[in-house]
């Protein structure tokens, strides 16, 4: 089975352009998490949706980031425009139901 | 506030050495999870265990074990013999009250980089 899946890998961007980050949860999965972690926070929630509804929105930190999910199969997480304390690695997660959480790979955004 | 605290920040023991990594957690709520996650060189964030507030009984998985107090709000996390392939970040984490879900509102602390050397 393919895990979650993020792409790009890593993203390098100048201020003030927008940047869109994908990811594909797990097959059957209904909850849907991103996270952002950096040297100075660590890890912390941003949003999650549960049947690609979103629940809570209360970790994105500003009006320059918005996060969908259109389907079942598909989220994006949307930063315009960026800054360069928008740097961090940003990871999506899902899960079935309550059970164990599945990390993706992660996305290394730079912004200069 | 839901606070997680992991005052090791660096371990570096050599192979076949026991080490624990601590982890003290501070919540208002009457349930809810505790977690570990270990992240490795290659990034991403791999599932440990979960306990949830009421099932305070000691685990342990192979070389891993980890011990729930919850008079010290603390879970503690032993690896035994530790080997090369465990050099990684450690995560501790708490959830929200359980009503929220066991994923939801996940506060993670800030990791313990350990490193194991041949």
């Known amino acids: 089975d393919a895990g979650v899946i993020q792409s790009p890998r890593h993203e390098v961007t100048e201020m003030g352009q927008e940047v869109t980050l994908r990811c594909k949860p797990i097959s059957g999965h209904d909850y849907l998490f991103w996270y952002r972690q950096t040297m100075m926070r660590g890890l912390e929630l941003l949003i999650y949706f549960n049947n690609n509804v979103p629940i809570d929105d209360s970790g994105m930190p500003e009006d320059r980031f918005s996060a969908k999910m259109p389907n079942a199969s598909f989220s994006t997480l949307k930063i315009q425009p960026s800054e360069p304390r928008d740097s961090a690695v940003y990871f999506c997660?899902?899960?079935?139901?309550?059970?164990?959480?599945?990390f993706g790979s992660g996305t290394q955004l730079s912004v200069l | 506030a839901q606070k997680v605290t992991q005052a090791q920040t660096e371990i570096s023991v050599v192979e076949k050495e026991d080490v624990t990594l601590d982890c003290v957690y501070e919540?208002?709520?009457?349930?809810?999870?505790l977690f570990w996650y270990k992240q490795p060189p290659s990034g991403e964030l791999v599932f440990l265990i979960r306990?949830?507030?009421?099932?305070?009984q000691n685990e342990i998985s192979g070389r891993y074990s980890w011990n729930f107090q919850k008079s010290t709000s603390s879970f503690n996390f032993t690896i035994t013999a530790s080997q090369v392939v465990d050099s990684a970040v450690y995560f501790c984490?708490?959830?929200?009250?359980?009503?929220?879900?066991?994923?939801?509102?996940?506060?993670f602390g800030k990791g313990i980089t350990l490193s194991v050397r041949p």
């Open positions: 919540t208002r709520d009457t349930t809810y999870y």
């Open positions: 306990r949830n507030s009421f099932d305070e």
């Open positions: 984490a708490l959830s929200g009250p359980r009503y929220t879900g066991a994923n939801s509102k996940l506060t």
């Open positions: 997660a899902s899960s079935r139901r309550e059970e164990k959480l599945f």
